[in-house]
T-cell receptor
């Protein structure tokens, strides 16, 4: 299994506060992704990266930003958290091509009160 | 964004029963993946199908890609409690981006 770790695993925060979720992979994978998972919606892509400092928006990117300063790290930031951003967030990576097998982290459960 | 619809959304069956999960779209995919996710964990890849009409078997699980590469099915024979989980299909478009279906939550009761 690819070594992908997410932190924090659980976070409770208040509306309007900034939140940063971290994803770290040890497989030297080129592509990294942030998804959110909500009941009935499967996994929805927030942002993705195809290399250091190369990122692009997914289908639900509003209210989120990302940064990738190193191959192994991909950060997801909520500048001002809202209750609609309460969700479970998954980071994933793949090395071969963007449509290759995704290796997922264990998820970060975020609750915005 | 290409839409993938999975059905049923929920399925509760007894151990030993057979079941089929469907993944449908009006769009053509270059490949389709199936993942299984257990509570508190991330999804794990089960299989990738690439060719229209392709059938792949993984022990008691049979995966099929539709001839037109717009749909796929997952059939489980003699389900066991260990098969319990969330099953997700994901299709790759021409730009190699994956779109996930909404998932099928399966519970197999002993």
């Amino acid at each position: 299994d690819a070594g992908i770790t997410q932190s924090p695993r659980h976070k409770v925060t208040e509306t309007g506060t900034p939140v940063t979720l971290r994803c770290h992979q040890t497989e030297n994978h080129r592509y990294m992704y942030w998804y959110r998972q909500d009941p009935g919606h499967g996994l929805r892509l927030i942002h993705y990266s195809y290399g250091v400092k190369d990122t692009d928006k997914g289908e639900v990117s509003d209210g989120y930003s990302v940064s990738r300063s190193k191959t192994e790290d991909f950060l997801l930031t909520l500048e001002s958290a809202t209750s609609s951003q309460t969700s479970v967030y998954f980071c994933a990576s793949t090395g071969l091509q963007a449509s290759g097998e995704l290796f997922f982290g264990e998820g970060s459960r975020l609750t915005v009160l | 964004t290409q839409l993938l619809e999975q059905s049923p959304q929920f399925l509760s069956i007894q151990e030993g029963e057979n079941l089929t999960v469907y993944c449908n779209s009006s769009s053509v995919f270059s490949s389709l993946q199936w993942y299984r996710q257990e509570p508190g964990e991330g999804p794990v890849l089960l299989v990738t199908v690439v060719t229209g009409g392709e059938v792949k078997k993984l022990k008691r699980l049979t995966f099929q890609f539709g001839d037109a590469r717009k749909d796929s099915s997952l059939h489980i024979t003699a389900a066991q409690p260990g098969d319990t989980g969330l099953y997700l299909c994901a299709g790759a478009d021409a730009g190699n981006m994956l779109t996930f279906g909404g998932g099928t939550r399966l519970m197999v009761k002993p």
